[in-house]
């Protein structure tokens, strides 16, 4: 079965990169797509963006200019790094399948609470 | 980008009754690309339905969605404890993807 965990930092100071690695288990990383999704406390969800299989990128404009996002098959991770960070990026991010079929989320990992902070 | 409304923002019900959950597109969504998602505290987002109406793997047939262009409906047939949780819905049919604000079925 399926299972994605991601993993980084808890605290990350403001200006600086976050850093979130995706690590997959129990499928193939290579089949499928992958969206990093997050969520302020008490808040509603914002998609960050996708990486393909091809290994095109796909960004959300409000975050575009900050965002990379890259998959290591070796490792079976997908990372996700957010440079220039302010208070406004506290959040729970979440990484998820992308569905090969309806190119939606279908599956979602539990999540990585980061908080920007000095 | 399109702009999801959902409402109420609140539904106060009793096990057993019937909930029925908009969510409201500030333009049409592309091929009815418009799923829901159920999250409870502390956990991901679970996919219950795509494309408007088809439901995930899974999920009960108490669950059920209807809609398309710019209104959408979550239907739960009969309320189980169980079901009391956020509902997010998301058109994933115009970059960039977005989600509504929610709506919390809590119990009355």
């Known amino acids: 079965q399926l299972q994605l965990q991601e993993s980084g930092p808890g605290l990350v100071k403001p200006s600086e990169t976050l850093s979130l690695t995706c690590t997959v288990s129990g499928g193939s990383i290579s089949s499928y797509s992958w969206s990093w999704i997050r969520q302020p406390a008490g808040k509603g969800l914002e998609w960050i963006g996708r990486?393909?299989?091809?290994?095109?990128?796909n960004y959300n404009p409000s975050l575009k200019s900050r965002v990379t996002m890259s998959v290591d098959t070796a490792k079976k991770q997908i990372s996700l790094k957010l440079n220039s960070v302010t208070a406004a990026d506290t959040a729970v991010y979440y990484c998820a399948k992308v569905n090969g079929t309806y190119a939606l989320e279908d599956y979602w990992g539990q999540g990585t609470l980061v908080t920007v902070s000095s | 980008e399109i702009v999801l409304t959902q409402s109420p923002g609140t539904l106060s019900l009793s096990p057993g009754e019937r909930a029925t959950l908009s969510c409201r597109a500030s333009q049409s969504v592309s091929s009815n690309f418009l799923a829901w998602y159920q999250q409870k505290p502390g956990q991901a987002p679970r996919l219950l339905i795509y494309t408007a109406s088809s439901r995930a793997t899974g999920i009960p047939d108490r669950f059920s969605g209807s809609g398309s262009g710019t209104d959408f409906t979550l239907t739960i047939s009969r309320l189980e404890p169980e079901d009391f949780a956020l509902y997010y819905c998301q058109q994933y049919g115009t970059s960039p993807v977005t989600f509504g604000g929610g709506t919390k079925v809590e119990i009355k």
């Open positions: 990486i393909y299989t091809s290994g095109g990128t």
